[in-house]
């Protein structure tokens, strides 16, 4: 059994007891769906979004989580003031650059953020990662052209260069601070054909984050949980609408036990 | 039986049969939820939020729902622009101050809210509640740290002061005009797992808000139908993924009849 | 059998086999909705509303989609020119003139975005392409208080007058441009019930659009496939809630052989 697996069960019953805050500025096709998730793992999601309010919001959450998906130049700023004021007050902030290569807007965005403040994690899919390592377009939009492997090179740079840990999901996901690498084998194919998927990571990684001092293994465990339930809800479901019902259940259901015997780390 | 229990069953069937035009501007999170929920229930939803239209919106529709969860500056000058077209046309207005207490800017823009244009019905929990009335931060994000016993002063006070009904949710709600109190049993701890369950009650105030003149008495008979909703989604979902989905279900299957003789007020 | 029967198989096989990227600037409310509902269909969605990315965005994609069901004055600017460079580049766009005729704001932007750019397909309600072709308020909200026969005539003059298709969707949903008239009978009566259905159809005629030349067939053969994913989906579910939850399930599942064997048009 890998080390990671206690970790899982612990971090998973952690979040469950304290039902960490979770700040999230995050895209408009995802919030409630990542409100829900959060929720259903037994975190408490807040959005907030107004350069008004991030910074006494971020001072009453555990963690920060930022998501380009639906950006504007506005947003950008008010991350960054979120950001900032994370680092003050040492929270745990995490960085979902959703389509970081499909536009400029959105990889000069992460970028600015990225040199603007100190991020803990980032979490993109492969194309994202590349993009964001080699500043090139990459991506088709916002689903992933490279499979994770395409992206295990690129990772461990921005990893090195940033000093933070950074995760690519995919088939199997991939978690790296630039000198450990972990792999997590769960997840469902199902997980590709709904919307959110990406963002709900970022989001659980935000929560375990919150209970978890290591950013790798609050990052590859969190990782883990979701990829589990998403075999559950594969388990119970053939098509996305009934899946994405399903996904939701097993977050709430889901215990430390199973998560330990069944968490896959590599 | 209390008397509110045959006006419960009243207020669900004028709300099927008139289907009034219901305008929210309302939250990110909860867009969604509100509109199909107001639309399961039998009313007819229109989200509207540009300062542009919100004054035409408001004269089609027969209530007005306004919800300051995922707040900027502009949308508080629009919702007061809403509210104001709404008291000269004397239709009712619903306010729900998602995360008062939590920051200054909430606090403050419910407020300002309720000192520009005469509210209706302010829906809160219990923390909400007691921010609006001590003007202290007392809320955990959106949140209730507070039981609604708690809130029962604050909401007493509120509802004088500024002569309004208040209503706060939780285990049991408690609904006041400042003279009289009703509390409303009816309701499923997976409300508190699924976002936006406060939005979508005060979604269904506004509804009954539509057809009952008397405030209390709609705002108590709303939370009457959406607890029991609650009920029947319990008994048949022990998640909160499908839990969610029998909600909305029970919000179209739920009689006028099962509504009165299953409604527990007090 | 009618023609568009075996075009209707032709362009579900084709959505499948390509995942047309479909860049989405619509509403708040259903931006979820529509996400998953092109990624179930087979189609790859992206939402993105910034000035600063849309051109870009819009050259990635095979479709574009305009939906103006919670407008700003700023999103018109940012749809007109994201419209412009899919003329540009000879992509097609839909455009879904939600609540026009309900407030002037809606009727103007509808028909501002109509003079500036060339438009593929119109879907609306038999209110709002009434509205958009007499210019006077004719609706409730954003719900239609007419039938699609009452449209007719509007949308023939409609599509003749700027050269496109148009699409009234209702209980059978007629299809013009101007000259040619198909109906397609394929529908169910929950469809109306749960929020986003007309947006919906809209996404997934720009999906059609992108692997068939014809925007007549690919309206029409979109509205077909929409509409027997909900039958099938109200032939399992009898509530809105799992209603919406089928209907995502039947947009994955049904086949091509199905498409062709079960739409209804005339």
């Known amino acids: 059994m890998h080390d990671f697996c206690p970790r899982a069960a612990r971090n998973l019953a952690a979040v469950r007891q304290h039902q960490p805050l979770i700040h999230n500025i995050t895209n408009l096709v995802v919030m409630n769906v990542t409100a829900n998730a959060l929720l259903a793992a037994g975190a408490s999601p807040v959005m907030a979004h107004s350069p008004d309010e991030v910074e006494e919001m971020v001072a009453l959450a555990r963690a920060l989580v930022l998501n380009i998906g639906t950006l504007t130049s506005e947003w950008v700023a008010t991350m960054i003031k979120a950001a900032r004021k994370a680092n003050a007050l040492e929270r745990p902030v995490v960085l979902d650059p959703v389509g970081a290569g499909a536009t400029g807007l959105r990889t000069r965005a992460a970028r600015q953020i990225l040199e603007a403040a100190a991020v803990t994690v980032i979490r993109g899919n492969a194309s994202e990662i590349m993009a964001l390592d080699q500043g090139t377009a990459t991506t088709r939009g916002v689903d992933s052209v490279h499979g994770v492997n ?73 990782l883990a949980f979701f990829g589990l339930a998403g075999e559950q809800a594969g388990a119970a479901a053939a098509a996305p609408g009934s899946f994405q019902v399903a996904l939701l259940d097993a977050l709430y259901t889901l215990g430390p036990e199973a998560l330990q015997e069944e968490s896959r780390f590599a």
């Open 150 to 222: 395409d992206a295990a090179a690129s990772a461990a740079r921005l990893a090195q260069r940033l000093g933070v840990v950074v995760a690519v999901t995919g088939a199997t996901d991939l978690v790296t601070d630039g000198a450990r690498e972990v792999r997590v084998a769960n997840g469902h194919p199902l997980m590709g054909r709904i919307t959110g998927s990406g963002c709900t990571a970022t989001a659980l990684i935000a929560a375990f984050l919150a209970v978890d001092p290591d950013p790798l293994s609050a990052a590859a465990t969190a």
